[in-house]
């Protein structure tokens, strides 16, 4: 913040399951996303709503899954898409993500 500096998205790993949390700041959105499902067994994870994560509202749980898979993140000049796809035979990702880079909105 002193910087004046707001990334567009947070990505992490070691929790060995994915999760997906929406952060807001100063009216912008920050998407986070936990991925790490590759290496050990799954980790059980609490379900996802939205829900507010403390009293403050500023970030929410957006998704979660437990389960071995990878995270697909795709960038152009507009937009960052993430997908998590699950292992197995899935045919369609799991909490496609885009963050709009012009408006910081994350949908």
């Known amino acids: 913040t002193a910087a004046g500096v707001m ?8 929790a060995h399951n994915y999760q997906r949390y929406t952060r ?21 994870v609490a379900p996802a709503s939205g829900q507010p994560v403390d009293s ?3 970030v929410t749980y957006d ?4 389960s071995l898979g990878y995270l697909f993140v795709t960038v152009s000049a507009g ?7 699950p ?16 408006t910081r909105t994350v949908r």
């Open 7 to 14: 990334p567009h998205a947070v990505l992490s790993a070691h």
């Open 24 to 44: 807001r700041i100063g009216g912008q959105q920050v998407l986070y996303v936990v991925a790490g499902g590759g290496g050990m067994p799954p980790q059980p």
């Open 56 to 58: 403050t509202n500023e």
């Open 63 to 66: 998704a979660a899954m437990q």
């Open 79 to 85: 937009q960052l898409k993430t997908e998590f796809w």
């Open 87 to 102: 292992l197995g035979q899935q045919t369609t990702p799991f909490d496609p993500v885009t963050v709009d880079l012009a």
